[in-house]
Structures are given as structure tokens and as C-alpha cells.
T-cell receptor, first 116, second 114 residues
């Protein structure tokens, strides 16, 4: 039973460059979430998908951020024109939602981004 | 407001001591879910426990136990006979029924000294 996987695990980029991260959820899970975690803080919600539909986006998700889940399986998170303030750990989680029951979200290992 | 407060930023104890991590939450929803996650130095968030708002029974799993009290809006976590491998950041978290996102506390860094 494979868990949530994320690639790359680490990314160093220069300010102004674009970066893209990938998340592969647990195979039968229909929901996929993105969170951002800065040093010393708890993760903060960015966005989530149910199957291929993006259902909610946080105000943290500026116009430079875009997320997709084209076939309801893996997801990508792209940051355009990166800024030093984008440096953080980007965490992906997935869950299986049936009806109104909130199931547990299982997290991947994260992608640590450093913008120079 | 929906909020999780972990007032203890850092705790350091000697191995084999018992330690309790505090968590206080705020929500207007009557249906909600509470979680604890562990984040070791590797960075991955590891799920520990999930409780729904209708189940106030305390739970024990090996050296871990959780005390859920709706009257004080608290969901505290106790590690008995702590071990060095318990060293990590622990997050308490809330999901309220009308939303899907997790609201995390700011975490408690637990250090177990040999």
C-alpha cells in the first residue's frame, strides 16, 4: 500500500523562475489537498480537489499559483515568477470522502522550496 | 472563528518521563473532527489519531493516550514513558463539518533527552 508521494523533494530556484511540483495521492483517494508550511508554523491550506474539480482556494493562493488535477489522479502545483517569500515546505495530502463523512487526510513527504 | 491553540511551543523532558501536550480548539460547528499529527525531522506529517465531536471517549494506544473534553474544548495528548524516538513536532488539528481543510495549531516541539 503506497502512500502519498511528492516530487521533487527539494527545489532550489532563483527569484523570478517558475517551478512545478507533483503529487501522487493514495490510489483510491478522491480528494487531494495542497498545504504550505513555513518554518516554525503549522501547515496552512492552499487548495483542494475532489476528483478533477478544484473546489476551494485559499486567499494565500495568489495569481502566481496554479494547481491542476487533470485526470483526477496526480496533481501539479505551479508557482510562476517565484519570490523569496515563497520559500516553504509544500505538502500534499489525500483522503477518501464518502458522503458527508470527513475522512483522515494522509500527507506526503513534502517538497521543500528555497528561492534565492 | 475556527482556531487551534497549542500554547506550549517547546517541551524538553528526560527519557521515561510522562509528558502531556495541550490543545485547545474553537469552532461554532457542532460536528467537527480533531486530529493529532507527528512531524519528525524528516518532515512528513504522520497521522496519529482522529476523533469526532460526538465521541468523547478517551483513547489509549500503547504509550499514547488522548483526553477529549468538550466542556473545556480541549484535546490533550499524553505520552507515557517517553522515548528518544518520540522527539518531533506534534500538531493538533481541526476539521469542521462544513469545510474540508484542516486547521492546524502552531505545533509543540518535543525533545526527549536520553
Amino acid at each position: 500500500d503506497t502512500g502519498v508521494s511528492q516530487n521533487p523533494r527539494h527545489k532550489i530556484t532563483k527569484r523570478g523562475q517558475n517551478v512545478t511540483f507533483r503529487c501522487d495521492p493514495i490510489s483510491e483517494h478522491n480528494r487531494l489537498y495542497w498545504y504550505r508550511q513555513t518554518l516554525g508554523q503549522g501547515p496552512e491550506f492552499l487548495t483542494y480537489f475532489q476528483n478533477e474539480a478544484q473546489l476551494e482556494k485559499s486567499r494565500l493562493l495568489s495569481d502566481r499559483f496554479s494547481a491542476e488535477r487533470p485526470k483526477g489522479s496526480f496533481s501539479t502545483l505551479e508557482i510562476q515568477r517565484t519570490e523569496q517569500g515563497d520559500s516553504a515546505m509544500y505538502l500534499c495530502a489525500s483522503s477518501l470522502v464518502r458522503g458527508a463523512i470527513q475522512e483522515t487526510q494522509y500527507f506526503g513527504p513534502g517538497t521543500r522550496l528555497l528561492v534565492l | 472563528a475556527q482556531k487551534v491553540t497549542q500554547a506550549q511551543t517547546e517541551i524538553s523532558v528526560v527519557e521515561k518521563e510522562d509528558v502531556t501536550l495541550d490543545c485547545v480548539y474553537e469552532t461554532r460547528d457542532t460536528t467537527y473532527y480533531l486530529f493529532w499529527y507527528k512531524q519528525p525531522p524528516s518532515g512528513e506529517l504522520v497521522f496519529l489519531i482522529r476523533r469526532n465531536s460526538f465521541d468523547e471517549q478517551n483513547e489509549i494506544s500503547g504509550r499514547y493516550s488522548w483526553n477529549f473534553q468538550k466542556s473545556t474544548s480541549s484535546f490533550n495528548f499524553t505520552i507515557t514513558a517517553s522515548q528518544v524516538v518520540d522527539s518531533a513536532v506534534y500538531f493538533c488539528a481541526l476539521v469542521y463539518s462544513s469545510a474540508s481543510k484542516i486547521i492546524f495549531g502552531s505545533g509543540t516541539r518535543l525533545s526527549i533527552r536520553p
